[in-house]
T-cell receptor, first 116, second 114 residues
Framework: GENVEQHPSTLSVQEGDSAVIKCTYS??????FPWYKQELGKRPQLIID?????GEKKDQRIAVTLNKTAKHFSLHITETQPEDSAVYFC???????????????FGQGTILTVHP | GAGVSQSPSNKVTEKGKDVELRCDPI?????LYWYRQSLGQGLEFLIY????????KSGLPSDRFSAERTGGSVSTLTIQRTQQEDSAVYLC????????????FGPGTRLTVT
């Protein structure tokens, strides 16, 4: 089955700096890669995603890049703010049951701390 | 509109008891997923329902775990003879037919087995 590795496990930055979180996946059939932000005691919230036919996607201060050949994808947050502090999870979706989408396999998470 | 809801929000049970966790997906969402998140860990896939198709049960950790989805809407995850290692937050997610990639999560049920 799919295996997703996420690094680093913790990341500490100063406000205004950039933060980069990297993930690798194992199953070349995976075709959808979302990123979730989870604040303490809250549900995961989708912040950005990318499909396998796209190499890069940007939404304001957040961007995601995908390298299908190397099977890795990254989250980039620019001009970080204290409210960006949370746990970030990457995931990969593998088609199943004859559909083009399916369950998510998650990375272990990155605890991001943005210091004012 | 209303998001995914789950009940109860917290459940404390004694080892060996059975528990039922409920998920109400977003109205009209055809796909429903259950995940488990242990303390300080990532999310672990348990089971996936899509319409009338046979569910993908490949993530269920043992035969003590089962799930049903009645009428294509509400789902119940049942854990029989609970063990302490079952303690975790159980999260439900749903997605639409039109936008089937994005999964929207519920608030979770925190299960504590004493």
């Amino acid at each position: 089955g799919e295996n997703v590795e996420q690094h680093p496990s913790t990341l500490s930055v100063q406000e205004g700096d950039s933060a980069v979180i990297k993930c690798t996946y194992s199953d070349s059939a995976s075709n959808y890669f979302p990123w979730y932000k989870q604040e303490l005691g809250k549900r995961p919230q989708l912040i950005i995603d990318i499909r396998s036919n796209v190499g890069e996607k940007k939404d304001q201060r957040i961007a995601v890049t995908l390298n299908k050949t190397a099977k890795h994808f990254s989250l980039h947050i620019t001009e970080t703010q204290p409210e960006d502090s949370a746990v970030y999870f990457c995931a990969a979706s593998t088609p199943s049951g004859g559909t083009s989408y399916g369950k998510l396999t998650f990375g272990q998470g990155t605890i991001l701390t943005v210091h004012p | 509109g209303a998001g995914v809801s789950q009940s109860p929000s917290n459940k404390v049970t004694e080892k060996g008891k059975d528990v039922e966790l409920r998920c109400d997906p977003i109205s009209g969402h055809t796909a429903l997923y259950w995940y488990r998140q242990s303390l300080g860990q990532g999310l672990e896939f348990l089971i996936y329902f899509q319409g009338n198709s046979a569910p993908d049960k490949s993530g269920l950790p043992s035969d003590r775990f089962s799930a049903e989805r009645t009428g294509g809407s509400v789902s119940t995850l049942t854990i029989q003879r609970t063990q302490q290692e079952d303690s975790a937050v159980y999260l439900c997610a749903s997605s639409t037919r039109q936008s089937t990639y994005e999964q929207y999560f519920g608030p979770g049920t925190r299960l504590t087995v004493t």
